[in-house]
């Protein structure tokens, strides 16, 4: 991989030592769009769209399934989206995109929430099934995040090397709260150490909230309503879930995570799941109170361990917010496909009003120099 290496560690842990190294450096602080787009050159069109046809994409959060995953979590109405598909269909929507690679993951809960040896043998089979199948018929068009039996972390710890050195994948991804746990519970110390000592990043995707969780928060009270799935709605992809996935960050970095793992990296996606409008709150409350527990100043754990995706969110205004606080060496592009249209995304990205250089880290060359792969 991957030089992950960051220009804020070797500038003063102080308070203001640091916010005066990232002002400095256009980091941390951040470059909107619009001031990354000042660099470009007076003489380069302004029609980005045009200009920047010719973009490579690397999709870094790309959903699959098979059948048998969809009847486990009870999500068969979804099998007429191309969620199972992994062939003509899915390649058909990528050359039409212009998106080179995708790097596949399996659908949210995945096999998480499945106990045992059961857990055990159903991550695996789901794992060969990429290598087997799309990553063999499509060679340099497919890679892979590692599907994992988190009920047993010293077995994912194990099946997350298996992949990665055997088979190439390229990290591992989880989906939201793992029963009633975080990440940064002590149970998952194996698998964050593993992946630390592999060199290869965890990527939190959103997943569904624990029973408690939904009838306190989402539970609808107008029971008329529940043929929309109104609560179910709200509870995941409308808001619940992108609050969860900010909240599990936040407490890894609170509960001394990046410490005891400081090469550990992080990504999330859908535009950094609401954390960019919340970013100043977060620091100006949470700086002081964690001042004499944590290594280093709260902020620059977002810019030493968290990577963040474009994912389901083409909103320039948003990107705009997100790079206002994120260094622009630490975001990627993905789709979200099948649940965001892939042509859709990459139109809206080659629009942007960025620089080519700037495009071009985000497009791929951010995940090339994470991953260690190449378009």
């Given at each position: ?134 990553m063999a018929t499509h060679p340099g068009r497919f890679k892979a995040f590692a599907t994992l039996p988190l009920q047993n972390p010293e077995a994912s710890a194990d099946e997350l090397e298996r992949t990665v050195r055997e088979d190439g994948f390229l990290g591992c991804l989880t989906n939201g709260i793992i029963g009633k746990k975080f990440l940064d519970h002590p ?55 992108h609050q969860e996935v900010v909240t599990q960050c936040l407490r890894m970095i609170t509960s001394g995570v990046f410490d005891r793992h400081p090469e550990l990296q992080i990504i999330i996606g859908h535009m950094g799941e609401g954390l960019p409008f919340f970013y100043e709150r977060v620091l100006e409350k949470m700086s002081e109170v964690t001042r004499k527990s ?82």
């Amino acid at each position: 991989m991957k030089s992950n290496a960051n220009p804020l560690k070797h500038l003063t842990t102080g308070r203001r030592g640091f916010l005066a190294g990232t002002a400095a450096l256009g980091i941390g602080a951040g470059l909107s769009t619009h001031a990354i787009a000042s660099h470009v050159a007076a003489d380069e069109t302004t029609d980005f769209s045009q200009r920047d046809q010719d973009l490579p994409f690397i999709g870094t959060e790309e959903t699959f399934s098979t059948h048998e995953l969809m009847v486990l979590n009870d999500r068969l109405f979804l099998e007429d989206t191309g969620l199972a598909e992994l062939g003509p269909r899915r390649i058909g929507a990528m050359d039409k995109a212009g998106l080179n690679i995708q790097i596949l993951s399996a659908h949210t809960p995945g096999v998480q929430n499945v106990k045992g040896k059961k857990g055990i043998d159903f991550a695996y089979r789901l794992n060969k099934l990429l290598v087997d199948g799309p990553m063999a018929t499509h060679p340099g068009r497919f890679k892979a995040f590692a599907t994992l039996p988190l009920q047993n972390p010293e077995a994912s710890a194990d099946e997350l090397e298996r992949t990665v050195r055997e088979d190439g994948f390229l990290g591992c991804l989880t989906n939201g709260i793992i029963g009633k746990k975080f990440l940064d519970h002590p149970d998952f110390e194996p698998l964050l150490s593993r992946a630390e000592s592999l060199d290869v990043p965890i990527y939190i995707h959103p997943g569904l909230p624990p029973d408690e969780v939904f009838e306190i928060y989402y539970s609808n009270m107008r029971p008329e309503y529940q043929k929309e799935f109104q609560d179910q709605v709200l509870s995941i992809s409308a808001y619940g879930w992108h609050q969860e996935v900010v909240t599990q960050c936040l407490r890894m970095i609170t509960s001394g995570v990046f410490d005891r793992h400081p090469e550990l990296q992080i990504i999330i996606g859908h535009m950094g799941e609401g954390l960019p409008f919340f970013y100043e709150r977060v620091l100006e409350k949470m700086s002081e109170v964690t001042r004499k527990s944590l290594d280093k100043p709260f902020e620059q754990y977002f810019h030493d361990n968290f990577w963040f995706t474009t994912s389901a969110f083409p909103q320039t205004e948003l990107l705009d917010l997100l790079l206002k606080y994120i260094s622009v060496d630490r975001v990627m592009f993905a789709t979200d496909y099948p649940f965001a249209d892939m042509k859709t995304q990459t139109d809206w990205f080659r629009g942007v009003a960025l620089s080519r250089e700037a495009k071009e880290k985000i497009a791929f060359r951010n995940a090339e120099k994470l991953f260690g792969i190449k378009v």
